[in-house]
């Protein structure tokens, strides 16, 4: 055979996805779906995790394993795929409340979304094999487009295993980054050799005039050494999404048969980068490194707008962080930054649960049941 001489650029693949409800969780994905288009950064393909062994045995005269010594199942594995988009108007809740499996909504053009972990709204396990409402429990089937014919793939029931959001303000918008997972891998489950005859002439795009997200916030405020809420000046700040989901189970074909989530817990974790100056400093009142060292908490509140959510592109992030650093930058670029990592706590009184761990709020113009 002689030697091709095509080559192909990261431009030329396609990642969609389609939402499911969670009653079709053991429903293959289908190839003639309309997958909406991931405005995909860098391209991934997606890794298979299978069951499999191999080791010298008995009877062997050599010091190397037989091929015959070898073991590999698709059944029981499991399968991960990384991706980084822009944060889009109508992406961002889709993929928070995926996530973290919680979703409420309110409203009617513009539609106030909230995913939430408060005292009186604690994160729930979802049920994933049960009928969805209000977008929730959030499942997906993953389309892979490929350049060539007959080479498409699909992925069955996928779940956000992580999420970065990160607003940087030298980059001057939000991205998103993180990992898809799917417990089904057998031949009827992890598709391959596919063609998606849906978006072959026309492809679905997730939004046909995309809104991104920018980073930036009029509202930045923060506790720091007995103040409340002071104002800062941030560079950057971002948050870790990390639910542990798990397969559990195996059918007949050893695919899963549910998901285990947020086993033993659902971590958040972020960092906040401010610039050192007369509200956050090293002196009494201000003393960003006062917080890490007695271990208290602080509120972090962000707004996008005026705070009442109440028009498309509004955003409201309010947490409660407890500091694992305080980093000082006397070089950077822009003047000395302060960085604090941190990992979000549900806060309490007298020992119980009291107040909000973690609230996003954010108004758009497409309701949980257009995802």
Same mark, same amino acid.
């Given at each position: ?74 059944? *029981? %594995? ?28 309110? *409203? ?32 997906? +089937? ?9 080479? +498409? ?73 007995? #103040?409340?809420?002071? +104002? ?53 009142? %201000? ?19 005026? *705070? ?24 950077? +670029? ?21 107040? #909000? ?8 113009? #497409? ?5």
């Amino acid at each position: 055979m002689a030697v091709s001489g095509k080559v192909y650029s990261k431009s030329d693949f396609s990642v969609g996805i389609i939402n499911k409800n969670a009653t079709a969780f053991e429903t293959a994905a289908a190839n003639d779906a309309a997958y909406e288009l991931l405005p995909v950064i860098n391209v991934s393909a997606p890794v298979l995790n299978l069951v499999e062994s191999g080791e010298i045995r008995s009877n062997n005269a050599g010091m190397v394993e037989l091929d015959i010594d070898q073991f590999r199942t698709t059944k *029981g %594995g499991f399968i991960t795929m990384d991706f980084e988009v822009p944060a889009e108007r109508d992406l961002i809740v889709r993929m928070l409340a995926n996530v973290l499996q919680d979703h409420g909504e309110s *409203g009617s053009g513009p539609y106030v979304h909230t995913i939430q972990a408060t005292s009186g709204a604690a994160l729930a396990r979802p049920d994933f094999t049960g009928s969805s409402t209000a977008g929730i429990p959030s499942v997906f +089937d993953i389309g892979l487009y490929y350049p060539e014919s007959a080479q +498409d793939k699909m992925i069955t029931s996928a779940v956000l295993q992580s999420l970065t959001m990160n607003f940087d303000m030298a980059d001057g918008r939000c991205l998103l980054s993180g990992t898809f997972y799917s417990g089904m891998t057998s031949s009827s489950k992890f598709l391959v050799e596919q063609t998606l005859s849906a978006n072959s002439a026309a492809p679905t795009l997730s939004s046909t005039s995309p809104t991104q997200i920018e980073s930036y916030f009029n509202v930045k405020k923060l506790d720091v050494d007995g #103040t409340s809420l002071a +104002d800062m000046v941030i560079t950057a700040v971002s948050f870790t999404f990390e639910n542990n989901v798990a397969r559990v189970g195996r059918d007949s074909s050893g695919d899963a048969e549910a998901y285990a989530f947020g086993i033993p817990s659902v971590n958040i974790t972020g960092e906040v980068s401010l610039m050192y100056d007369a509200n956050f400093d090293f002196g009494s009142g %201000g003393n960003v490194l006062q917080d890490f060292i007695s271990g208290n908490t602080a509120t972090l509140k962000l707004q996008q707008g005026d *705070g009442t959510v109440s028009t498309a592109g509004e955003m409201n992030i309010e947490c409660e962080i407890y500091s694992t650093a305080v980093n000082l930058d006397p070089n950077a +670029d822009t003047g000395a930054v302060i960085t604090i990592p941190f990992k979000v706590v549900q806060p309490t009184s007298s020992g119980a649960a009291s107040g #909000t761990a973690f609230k996003f709020e954010y108004a758009d113009s #497409t309701k949980s049941t257009g995802w």
